[in-house]
């Protein structure tokens, strides 16, 4: 800001923004593609630990 203005800078406080916490700033500070690999990952991941605990069906 120009200094000839009486601003004297910008304060989320004074307007009304609310911060977010540790997991919502990792959430949205992460990359859409890189938030897609992980849940593509830990979904492999799901079937591979479910398949040896699913003793009803066979081969």
Known sequence: M???L???GWSAK???VT???GL???WYGTPE???RTAAGL???AGG???EPLDEEDTW
């Open 42 to 44: 830990a979904g492999g």
């Open 33 to 35: 593609a890189t938030r």
């Open 48 to 50: 591979l630990i479910h």
């Open 19 to 21: 911060p977010f916490s």
């Open 24 to 26: 919502e700033r990792l």
């Open 6 to 8: 009486s601003a004297k």
């Open 2 to 4: 120009p200094r000839n």
């Open 14 to 16: 004074q307007a009304g």
